[in-house]
């Protein structure tokens, strides 16, 4: 498999860095952020590397990530209240981890720019 020397999101999605684990199949992992922007907020990555949304990622993976939100939103009970989904692609969505992730937002009423887009940890 895989994966990038020095990656947090290749090591959480490979169990050397502990998180709080939600769903886990043969092409993903999903956890609880550790800064959550709603009151769910997980996050969705691929088990292979890839930098970003632009990185040529398969499109039967893209399609698989993309398919797990659903299970997420279930999984977490919002699937009839509603979520967000947003993925940060490079400086200026202020990309922080360079590995793809999906981001699941969720579990109260948000606005149309908040949870803002914008991250600074
Ligand atoms: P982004 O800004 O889109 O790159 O999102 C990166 C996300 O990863 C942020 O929402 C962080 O709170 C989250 N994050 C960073 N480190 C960890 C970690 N060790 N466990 C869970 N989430 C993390
Ligand atoms: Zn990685």
Redesign the pocket.
């Known amino acids: 498999m895989e994966t990038k020397q020095d990656c947090?999101f290749c090591k959480?999605a490979h169990g050397e860095?502990p998180?709080k684990k939600v769903y886990e199949d043969e092409y993903v992992y999903a956890?609880?952020?550790?800064?959550p922007l709603m009151p769910v907020h997980t996050?969705i990555v691929p088990k292979v590397h890839y930098d970003n949304i632009g990185d040529e990622v398969p499109n039967d993976l893209m399609g698989h990530i993309f398919n797990t939100v659903p299970k997420i939103a279930h999984l977490k009970g919002i699937e009839e209240s509603g979520y967000r989904v947003m993925v940060?692609t490079g400086d200026d969505a202020?990309?922080?981890?360079h590995h793809l992730?999906v981001?699941v937002l969720g579990g109260g009423k948000m606005t149309e720019d908040s949870p803002a887009v914008t991250?600074n940890?």
């Open positions: 947090l959480i860095i998180s956890f609880d952020d550790i800064n996050l940060n202020c990309q922080s981890v992730h981001h991250h940890a």
